[in-house]
DNA sequence: TCAAAAGTGTTCTCTTTACACCCATGT
DNA sequence: ACATGGGTGTAAAGAGAACACTTTTGA
């Protein structure tokens, strides 16, 4: 598991505080797109799932810390991340979800751990392709899925509600960001882009208008022809102009 | 002082990581508007000025640290305020800043101290009618003034970039939210609202399109007529519709 | 009655919308 | 040839911009 940089479980647990800030953490809503609809990664550990996340180095940057704990879970270099909120509620403790699982891994569950303080997440939403991902579990969870964000499991703490939260963010910000593409492969058609456009503001949208939307930014640049592929006419395929991501 | 509840100063520095989240502080943007500019409430220490800022108690949310953090600076019972950014750099220490101001208070300069750590800033900004402000100084600063938003004064830290962030968020936000009448006394008239528009943005905005526009909202509630005021045709008044201030 | 400030109306333009039509290609 | 899906054009409706006109009131 090349990414993971974790120190060994029982130390994280015990002298976590030494190289975290306390307090802190940072949670990545992971959202990928397949069979026409948008995917969420989550990670399970016992019954419950949650998205994936981590803490922040004592020297490191928030972002930085965002894009670690991205690249060691999906493997991706330079992923898309863009902030989503601060989730500060004072009573953001959960001690007791955590109890069960530390015996587990053989730490002695005591209530003054790090772990168990009142936390505070940072939380970023990443837009991916999912076939260049290579999701791995880590050193406490189980596994790993890509849930569709309409029928999430049941869900660790206010996980859920970060996750809807991003989902809401990234319909309102398609309008502003050129950022969907990071969603689909770097070649992609129009007739895609339409598609995705449709299933993430969950509304049919008018083909020819979208077309010339999009063409008008400028930031599309026309590829040959893609051959055979279907039985109709085939669509051309693009790519976002280099300097022009964003 | 009425607003101030701060621990002594020394006990401050010495045990102020048994009340606040370490690492973690909230810095408030106190927006105002005088002479037709934006203004901006600083608090000076020594050669240079800070933004209202505090620590967040540990059973307290973060929007609760900010709103009393802006309440014991302002007196206003229930600001305005808007998330603006988190400042998370890994190098956002200001250690060295410190150190010759705490030797004035008597405390002991210790490069362990709490306040030497690294700091993440939760920034927010307030929209206010500064005549119902009442600022006051906090135990560490000496003065505090409002200074105008193209003018700021030498600033500590980064101060001024928060500050500036705030003014082009304000820029930003101003088209989706209807919240630029916290600037203003609860009953203000369309030629002041336009003006004030016209300062944030910088630039002239017709007239007759903007009345249209602020009135198509339906969130405006005139008022009689105001009688002789100026020379010419007195203005109609306004004020926000309950349960419309969105 | 004139000037100044406020408020409203009119016209023109540009964008958005809805839908129709044309193009390419495998069966 | 035609069914299927991709791509483009066009006319109607709506929103935005620019500017002119009317109203109110003090001098």
Redesign the interface.
Known sequence: MPYLCFMDIRSFFEYGHEEY????SSDVVVIGYAEEKLKCLLLRIGARWLLPGGF?K???????AASRILTERTGLNDPHLK?L??F???ERNFAEEWKEHLEKFGVSWKQDLWINK?F?S?AYYSLVNIPDTHPVTGPLDEAFGWFDLDELPPMWMDHRDIALMARHKLRSDIRKDLVTHHLLPRHFTMPQLHQLHQVILNKDLDRSRFQKQMLATGFFERLPKLQKETRGRNPYQYRIKENKDH
Chains 1, 2 share one sequence.
């Open positions: 800030l306390p307090h802190l922040i004592l020297d490191e940057s928030v972002e930085e902030f909120s601060v500060g509620k004072s009142r505070v940072l």
